[in-house]
């Protein structure tokens, strides 16, 4: 196991809801662990934002400027190329939308073998209809012949939808993703502006079809997902599928307030 250090970064714009989010999470992630270093990328003017607590927290401030509206959700990857030169070899991402109940370094400790590790989306089994969390069923979202077509025509290995919410690094592979960027953003522009086609009846999930896309041009890294008993989704705590929060709960904005109302001690 590489016992260099690891790091944890954050990227979000200055909508206020993601930032209450982030704090939150980030409250919850000192709870645990006081010294680990963290990275929070914010996208947009924070002249008006009070950043006082993150400054007290010792988190590592990263201010950018905005982007369009349809590069939102990948701020995680456009924030990587800041992130090239730092000493750590280890890394993980969480969005906003997390909540710690254990010690982060725990992920490094138990996934340390691969390069790359995340949970897999719901819904995207190649070998499934659907899926189920508890009572609730997923419909398949990958229509799996236009996702042939586009391994096929981008000459890249298929990959698995991966959900990008909670994700590991090892071995500097975060390091390299910053020179498929270029790659990442034409396909990206190639779905918005109709010119292939998009192999999911998900609109929402653009961000992950593409870092799928992306990660299948990337060769020669090994990865593997995490096991929803140290990541769940909270709607898998709440059906009952995992009976305990793990190390780091992935809520989701739909389900923000009901998980606040099951943890109401999260925020204190």
Known sequence: M???????????NTDMRYLVYILNSIKSLRKYNKKIKVYLFIYGDTSAINLSFFHQNNIIIINKTSVNEEYLTSLKWL????????????????DADTAFFQDVELLFKNYHQYDF??????????????SSIGKIHIKHTIDQKIYRFLCKAYKIESAPFFNTGVMVFNNNFFKKIPAYLGFYDSVLRNFAEKKTPYPSINTHMVEEVVTTLMLGKIKNYTYQYIDKTFSPFFLEYKEKVVHDP??????WGYFYQEFLDTFPDFKK
């Open 79 to 94: 924030s990587l190329p800041e992130l090239s030169e730092i000493d750590e070899t280890k890394l993980i991402f969480v």
């Open 2 to 12: 590489n016992n260099t250090p690891g790091a944890v970064y954050y990227a979000v």
């Open 246 to 251: 793990g190390v780091v709960m992935h809520i």
């Open 117 to 130: 590790y995340a949970r897999e989306e719901a819904g995207t089994s190649s070998d499934k209809v659907r």
